[in-house]
């Protein structure tokens, strides 16, 4: 499963020093708008101490983290959509992507080079949807020329199509993020094929020091976040990117010991990212390696199974599950067998995060 993230913001924000951060790649980072303009691609291993711990317990030789693909984009701005800046060509890198972060400068250093008059992360999140959504309207209204003959013919999955982008056009004319909006299962499936840009996961980082985010601004971003309110959802992270690049290259040790804290906030990002694409992990774990997999949350054992090994899945029998916690406690599988613990699932079983799975197949 390659699932990536695109890095979407105004010229001169940060991007590429995150990208740089997260992935150690070298790409050009400078003080002038417009500095990347063929997107950036890179991999990043997601952290996750449970692969850690459970290599210590049965000794494995080899420890197995799952990765993330991160796409570092070209700078938007206001009128990209109808060509301004570097147009709209990298709309496209972001129409490829599977969840977006929108990089919005908190930061006031007023040596960068600031396309706007102020900063203003509300006002930059305002510039980034308008355009998205610009470019969303523009992809459902062809379509939408595209099915009129299907429609007058009669054609019932072209009228359910219709309403459905009819539906999706209604919220963009009103300024309105997809993402935001609820849609039965249905009408997502159908709106899905269309990887438009405003329906897709999105995590917010405000990029600066705790004290440059204003009060207001972060009134607004609590307000909207899906801990507290149901409706809309804002997830974001305050992330100063700047020394997040400074101290990329610190051990977890060498971090505690110049009184940062353990996990760094780049650590942090991509464990949110990971969350925001609706994913999950379980684990399998043995003296050859541990190994983090990835699933979609809701899939279940068989599908655990075609995730390690193609073959599983069809010849799926059964499998043990144990939550790594328990295992850890127990102190190996042999003791957490003896206390039953190991518990024997089928084919209906829904894996849950953290689960230490062995499938056994036919
Ligand atoms: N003070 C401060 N400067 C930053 C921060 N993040 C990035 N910068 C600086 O801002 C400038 C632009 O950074 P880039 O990462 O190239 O920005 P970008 O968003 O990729 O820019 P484009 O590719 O031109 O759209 C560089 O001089 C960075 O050092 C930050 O958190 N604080
Ligand atoms: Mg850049």
Redesign the pocket.
Known sequence: MALSIGIV????????????TLTKKEV?????????IDPNVGVVLVPDERVDKLAELTSSAKKIYTTIEFV?I??LVKGASEGEGLGNKFLANIRETDAIIY?LRA?S?S???NTQESISPLRDKGILDVELILKDLDTITKRIHGLEGDVRANRKEAIKEMEVLKKAKEFLTEEKILVEQSFTDEEKKILDSFQLLTLKPRLYLL??KDEEVDQNTLEVFKKNNPANSGETSWPYLIV????E?ETAGFLKEERISLGFPPESETDILVKKSYELLSLITFLTTGTDETRAWTIKRGEMAPQAGGVIHSDFEKTFVKAEVINWKDLIEAGGFSKARERGLIRTEGKEYIIQDGDVIEIKHG
């Open positions: 913001g105004l010229p001169n924000v940060g991007k590429s020093t995150l990208f740089k050009d980072i400078a003080n002038y708008p417009f500095c990347t570092d070209a700078g990089i930061f250093n040596d960068i080079i990029n600066g100063d990117i700047a020394s690049f």
